[in-house]
């Protein structure tokens, strides 16, 4: 005998099933999930789809493609190994040194660096800024902060810059023990290992065909203190009026081997961007539009995730990774040196595997009670890394190879409301979305071929829709859609004349 329960379903259903086949006007998409598990029916058919085209990941160029291959698991393996050998990378350890400590540790990162950019004939330089910092806590003296970095000059747009960073500084449970093994191999000598290999693959490149924007590979020191050597490079850059267009920061990027989600994580990482939070030390009247408007997502970091996340989506068949865009500015009660470049104004992201070990990050090395802890090689994963290593360089090469993202973006408040008086015109009334751009961008962007459109309902993370604007459009400067802005949030992007596209510009009001 059915129970109450049961019958009780069956009536819900029936009802339902009725009801929506009492009308002509509506089919009920079916219920239907997504390869992941993941719910796809949760969000309704609307707004109409009918404004441009579906967006396609943009493809990338053979030359691009070719180069990713080219990070080395091996290589890794043994700068990873060389790092770890210091013994220690607290920031307060040693410096006179030339086997342990952090003093040791930078001198071969710079060594490391000028050998593998020889192939570049001067293309890439090297250097080791440094600044004097007082002790603090967690800081237990007074020490030189030094970053080691290789920046390569953009041929067209040499002042808009995109940066990569990881931290080279390791810890311990007590973050002042600066005298004891501290290993650090995932936190962080893997992504100072990507760095090296950023270094020696576009070496050879970059001598022939430099970027079109500049690019600055850095291992900078301090991060587990306060993150010293990011907020040193970032105000540097700051203070110089340099564009940086996006800071694309490594830290814990060595594995996805850990449960509960292995072995699909192997080839994912998560990219965390932040929202509206950081936007109030630069224009807090910015923020209260974009929270008003329903842009709280569409902050230049978000915009930069959406970037990285399509480029690689059209390349995934070479980098064999996926990325997760994670709509938090880092983990939980967390922090990271991508944040010292969104405190200077600058998007910043950060790459970090998809679920970090506990176990073996910020321990201090021992077992206990039968578990290995630290921060030890052997949990490092060099295939891993280089996968994620592949994704950075698509993301950076791409970005620095395609005109510079918009500015200007607008959208009129008048059109598309409601009326003021009597007299507003009756074209006003329709509840469209008229929006306007820089009509003279292509004046000053060299790379620049034309603007697109992409629009996205408020519901989707990604952009779902692209629309490219003919020539005619780009010189009006504005163009109108049959879209209420209710309901869709819009983008412009940059596309070059090779292709090549630019992550996308939010829409402000033009009042």
Sequence with gaps: MPSLRSIFNVLIVVGISTALHSSDSFNAPPVTFGSNGFANWGAADFPPSDVGVPLVPQSTDALTLSLLPKFDPNRIQSYIQTLVNFHTRHTASITNSTTVGIGAARNWIQKEMEELAKPANGAIKVSMPCYFQVAQPGLPRSVDICNVQAEIKGHVDPNRTYVYT??????????????????????????????????????????????????????????????????????????????????????????????????????????????????????????????????????????????????????????????SLIYKADRNGRGGDHMSFLSAGFPGIRFTEPQEDFFHQHQDPRVQDGIQYGDEIEFVDFDYTARSGRVNLLSIWSAANAPGTPTNFTYDTDIGFLATNESTPADWLENISTLYWDKDAKSKDPLLDHFEIVWRPLASQQWTHMMPLAQTEMAAGTVRLPISKDNAVFGLRSVGKDGKKSPAMYAISSD
């Design 166 to 323: 990881g931290h080279y500084d390791s810890r311990r449970i007590n973050i002042s023990d600066f005298t004891n093994y501290a290993p650090g191999a995932d936190d962080n000598a893997s992504a100072v290992a990507i760095a090296l290999e950023l270094v020696r693959i576009l070496a050879p490149v970059v001598a022939k065909t430099p970027p079109a924007a500049s690019i600055i590979i850095a291992a900078v020191a301090g991060e587990e203190q306060d993150l010293y050597g990011s907020n040193f490079l970032a105000q540097t850059l700051k203070n110089a009026s340099v564009n940086v267009q996006g800071n694309f920061n490594n830290d814990i990027v060595g594995s996805g081997s850990n449960a509960p989600f292995s072995p699909l994580n192997q080839h994912t990482i998560r990219i965390f961007s932040g929202g509206t939070e950081f936007l109030p030390l630069l224009d807090p009247d910015l923020v209260d539009e974009l929270l008003s408007t329903g842009y709280q997502d569409d902050t230049p970091s978000r915009h930069l995730g959406r970037f990285i996340q399509e480029v690689n989506a059209g390349a995934a068949h070479v980098t064999d990774m996926q990325v």
